[in-house]
């Protein structure tokens, strides 16, 4: 599980003229972004399709790195981890639109695909996934595979496969895009629940203004630029 500083007032992110191009140039996802993110906040990134908002959250993942510019995680620039898959590992919680659930694994199973690459035994993995999906309301759910699972319920697994490692980040791309309003609102409040109870830092990539209402903080792309933020009411 992560060990990070948990200060209320520490700096999570830090961009500073992060820019990213892509076809030698011809595509330019990322023109210069500049960003802090502090520990706790609850922060949407919101934008069209194309305006930079899913390549920043990559880049905040360390599953893509900047062309220039720098992008620090508590103080260090993220492409100077020596093993950005054990950053993804032990700080990071991902939660994607299409649930990337193994479709061969129940749901315990699913939750503990994380842990994998710890050393948490097997009994303790299995205790830990079962408290994970009673915690998003799954406990009826544990050996059903995700065929078996309704839009929501899966990704609720996928929440708690999230939390598995005990992330310090979790961030959420379109977490909601797959699903009906309701079950978009059941997951939005599960998201805002687990951000409260537990102090995490969310961020959530999304097109829609209504779900980007809920977070205290929103950042605003368009053409891979930032325009100025708005504080929520």
């Known amino acids: 599980m992560s060990t990070s500083s948990t200060t209320p007032d520490a700096i999570v992110y830090e961009a500073v003229d992060l820019k990213k ?3 030698g140039g011809s595509v330019r996802a990322l023109r210069g972004v500049n960003f802090r993110i502090h520990q ?4 949407a990134i919101i ?4 305006s930079g908002k899913s390549t920043l959250l990559q880049m905040l993942g360390a599953l893509d790195h900047p062309t220039s510019g720098v992008l620090k995680y508590r103080g260090k620039s993220i492409t100077e981890y020596a093993d950005p898959a054990s950053y993804r590992a032990h700080e990071i919680g991902f939660i ?3 649930f990337h659930l193994l479709p061969t694994f129940t749901a315990v199973e699913n939750v503990q695909m994380p842990m ?20 998003v309301g799954l406990e009826h759910r544990f050996d059903h595979f995700p065929t078996k699972l ?4 899966r990704q609720r697994v996928a929440i708690a496969r999230s939390l598995a490692n005990g992330p310090s980040v979790l961030l959420a791309d379109e977490p909601t895009g797959n699903l009906d309003s309701e079950n978009a609102r059941h997951v ?38 930032i325009v100025p933020e708005t504080p929520t009411p």
């Not at 934008?47 to 194309?50: A, D, I, K, P, R």
């Not at 309704?150 to 319920?153: H, K, L, M, R």
């Open 47 to 50: 934008g069209q399709s194309g």
């Open 150 to 153: 309704s839009g929501g319920e």
């Open 21 to 23: 191009e892509y076809d």
């Open 116 to 135: 994998f690459e710890t050393p948490v035994g097997v009994a303790a993995r299995r205790a830990r996934a079962v408290e994970l999906l009673r915690s």
């Open 188 to 225: 939005l409040d599960l998201l805002t629940r687990l951000h409260r109870e537990q102090n995490m830092t969310l961020i959530l990539v999304t097109h829609d203004p209504v779900i980007a209402q809920q977070a205290q903080r929103r950042i605003q792309m368009k053409d891979g630029q």
């Open 96 to 98: 994607f639109q299409a």
């Open 40 to 43: 706790g906040e609850f922060v």
